[in-house]
């Protein structure tokens, strides 16, 4: 499979390789280092070389990941889709399936100043259709340089509208989650998941607490947060994309998750970008709909 891989889009900068069961793609131009799997269409890298935060990852990746295929890698990007936290029937996948899903690669091209440009797709099959009977194409296109871009495009191949509910789960490296700031929601709609919770006029900006489980919605706007340990300030741009999620167990709530050591809580903070709950998009049938999130990383 590697071989027949890297005849068909291998070139400069670009490789791939196995981790356990899965394919990994890794690329790397003049801007920066990224790896991604084809499991989930999860990004699981991104290594800027310039800047601050030069040679240091801006995506966490839990060490106790299964590579096996059997579950979503806990870490990285991995996408929500078509629905985000608990399905609406019984013994259905939370956060959709696709994130579970070997997806395809359609090309890597390198564009105009040396960017890179990966493209996976996934489509229905007998397997999604028993758990979702709607047939669709989702493309997935991630763009590395300074910055990261990634896109998601679904097309609705139904001859019925669909709602959708999506989001890049994005894990993010940080020296302590407790020190972590976060700015930018104003106008936004809060809901506490963890106390249910809604507050019409959550906080601008705020000091991370944890444990919290925070949707944010009608938040289109750009969210910085400070990791002042890592002196940097990632900023997360979103395109099409009203809800922000902000996401840590904390101390007692890691001890639920198999594949996270118990330690590592401090390590990571998911923020977020998609349409989730009121925020849910209708793609008419035969449209097409996408997102994007664009990340940029300043100096503190
Ligand atoms: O995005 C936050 C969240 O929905 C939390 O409620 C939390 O459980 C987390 O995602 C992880 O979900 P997962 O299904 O990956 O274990």
């Known amino acids: ?23 990994l793609l890794e690329v790397e131009n003049s801007h920066a280092k990224a790896k991604i799997t084809t499991h989930g269409g999860c990004l699981l890298s991104y290594i800027p070389k310039v800047g601050s935060s030069a040679n240091n990852d801006i995506l966490w990746v839990s060490d106790q ?15 929500c889709w078509p629905w985000f936290g608990a399905a609406d029937e019984q013994g259905l996948p939370a956060h959709g399936f696709v994130r579970n899903k070997a997806w395809q690669v359609e090309s890597v091209s390198n564009l105009a100043n040396d960017v890179t440009q990966v493209v996976m797709t996934l489509e229905s099959d007998a397997e999604t259709l028993a758990i979702w009977p709607f047939a669709f194409h989702l493309s997935l296109t991630i763009e ?8 998601l495009t679904m097309q609705n191949l139904n001859d019925v509208d669909l709602p959708i509910s999506e989001a890049f789960h994005s894990y993010f490296s940080v020296e302590d989650v407790n020190s972590v700031l976060v700015k930018g929601l104003k106008g936004s709609i809060k809901l506490d998941k963890l106390t249910n919770a809604k507050s019409v006029k959550p906080l601008v900006d705020y000091q991370v607490v944890t444990p919290m489980d925070d949707v944010y919605l009608n938040q289109s706007k750009s969210i910085e947060f ?6 940097r300030t990632i900023v997360l741009d979103k395109m099409n994309a009203s809800s922000t999620i902000v996401w840590n167990p904390g101390s007692e ?32 049938s035969g449209d097409k709909h996408s997102f994007a999130m664009k990340i940029s990383v300043e100096n503190v």
């Open 1 to 23: 499979m590697l071989e027949k891989l890297t005849k068909q889009f291998g070139g400069k900068g670009l490789s791939f390789s196995m981790q356990g069961n899965l394919v």
């Open 65 to 79: 990941s299964i590579y096996d295929g059997s579950k979503p890698i806990r870490g990285g990007v991995p996408i």
């Open 144 to 151: 590395i340089s300074e910055q990261l871009l990634m896109t």
């Open 226 to 231: 400070v990791d002042t340990g890592n002196k």
């Open 253 to 284: 709530g890691v001890s639920n998750f198999s594949d996270i050591n118990k330690q590592d809580w401090t390590k990571f903070i998911c923020i977020e970008a998609g349409n989730v709950l009121d925020n849910t998009t209708t793609v008419a």
